[in-house]
């Protein structure tokens, strides 16, 4: 995790905090700095008023009597006050006695009013109720200046010490207490990620990031256990749909042998309804779609002068588990035409329930001969019997003669 990369916390953490304290720091020096100019402008005023009313006071006597003497020791006494640059004693129009700082020769009253850099006052002398002269005195405000730099400059440097020092100290601490475990579980997740749900993830810390580690730890435990349990279902799934496709394609195999039986097969439940049956079955024989197959009962389908019979040896199959064979009527699609037909029928439990399985086959034109053999058979019969009644005669020649 880079310091220096802008889209970091960390960045964004020390960046704010610095400038947080910056802006505190810049409030704190801006007051401090005002209060200590504040309180140098109120001393230079107060500087300036005392010697102007000392002016006044001290300079009335001596203007008076004319003590030019006393009046330029007044004037030389004002400079012993360091920020005093100018001073000048008149009476009248005459000047008594006018003093420049060394850095500021030749220079008149009026240019150090006109300038900001000196603050200006300039006092009548009175003597007895009368203006006798005056005095001006000029006072320089280098000192305000120079404090400002000095505590601008103080202010500077004990600012970026004190930026740098929060900057380590941040740098250090969220390192090893915030952005190190971070960073861990930063490569951590970095490693899911890309795959490796085995990645170590460390829960040592015991602070709000161990937590927030142990959560994470214990939502790739979940998850993990939800692939599996998910890769298992999926698994399942899979199976069934190969098992039902398996089954599909069973049951086709299954239709097309049944449909390939020359004649018809069918199923039966308890009841005698149908549960399975082929083509031919259940167009020639009930003719009635596939969806209302499960509807018909297979002794609709047997011509009445059959149904004890045919009936019976369905409920010897079903009660009784035999096999039956027996030949029987069946109207086709509901009759009156039928076709003659023998019928097997077979029991198969299936869940612990009897079904009746069976095939018929159609014997119409075998019971059409048999007929047609009796019929032949009966009529032989009756001439046998006919010619048993005959008398016979041999003629002469040795032949036989019906008399």
Do not use: C
């Not at 220096?4 to 700095?33: A, M, P, Y």
């Not at 993830?201 to 959560?215: P, R, V």
């Not at 035409?337 to 023998?342: C, D, H, T, Y």
């Amino acid at each position: 995790m880079n310091i220096f990369n802008g889209s970091s916390i960390r960045h964004r953490f020390i960046f704010t905090l610095v400038s947080v304290v910056v802006f505190i720091f810049l409030i704190f020096s801006t007051t401090i700095i005002y209060q200590n100019v504040s309180t140098i402008e109120t001393q230079l005023d107060k500087q300036l008023l005392d010697a102007s009313n000392l002016a006044e006071k001290s300079l009335s006597s001596a203007l008076w009597q004319y003590n030019h003497d006393f009046v330029a020791d007044f004037i030389e006494s004002l400079f012993l006050y360091e920020d005093i640059v100018f001073a000048k004693v008149l009476s009248g129009n005459e000047v008594i006695k006018e003093r420049n700082n060394s850095g500021f020769p030749e220079k008149d009253f009026l240019f150090f009013q006109q300038s900001s850099r000196f603050s200006t006052k300039e006092t009548n002398i009175h003597f007895a109720g009368e203006t006798i002269g005056k005095i001006q005195i000029a006072l320089t405000r280098d000192r305000i200046k120079k404090t400002i730099l000095h505590n601008t400059a103080i202010t500077t440097i004990f600012m970026l010490l004190m930026i740098s020092a929060i900057i380590s100290m941040i740098y250090f601490i969220s390192k090893r207490y915030i952005f190190g475990p971070l960073s861990k579980l930063e490569n951590s997740a970095a490693e899911i990620a890309g795959g490796d749900w085995d990645a170590d993830i460390d829960t040592s810390g015991t602070d709000e990031i161990g937590n927030l580690s142990k959560t994470f730890d214990q939502m790739m435990k979940n998850l993990k256990a939800t692939t599996a349990s998910r890769d298992e279902l999926e698994r399942e799934i899979r199976e069934r749909i190969q098992a039902q496709e398996a089954k599909k394609q069973e049951h086709a195999l299954g239709n097309t042998i049944i449909d390939s039986i020359p004649g018809t097969f069918y199923m039966l439940d308890v009841n005698g309804r149908y549960v399975r049956w082929n083509t031919y079955q259940r167009d020639e024989i009930v003719g009635k779609s596939e969806s209302r197959m499960v509807d018909a009962n297979a002794i609709d389908t047997i011509h009445p002068d059959d149904h004890q019979i045919i009936s019976s040896k369905i409920a010897n199959v079903l009660k009784n588990g035999m096999e039956e064979t027996v030949e029987g009527r069946v109207l086709l699609r509901g009759g009156p035409a039928f076709r003659w037909f023998l019928m097997t029928g077979r029991q198969m439990i299936i869940n612990g329930s009897p079904f009746l399985i069976g095939t018929g086959i159609d014997i119409t034109e075998r019971k059409l001969m048999d007929d047609k053999l009796r019929e032949s058979e009966n009529r032989f019969r009756d001439i046998t019997l006919s010619m048993a009644d005959w008398i016979w005669e041999v003629d002469k020649d040795g032949k036989y003669t019906y008399v």
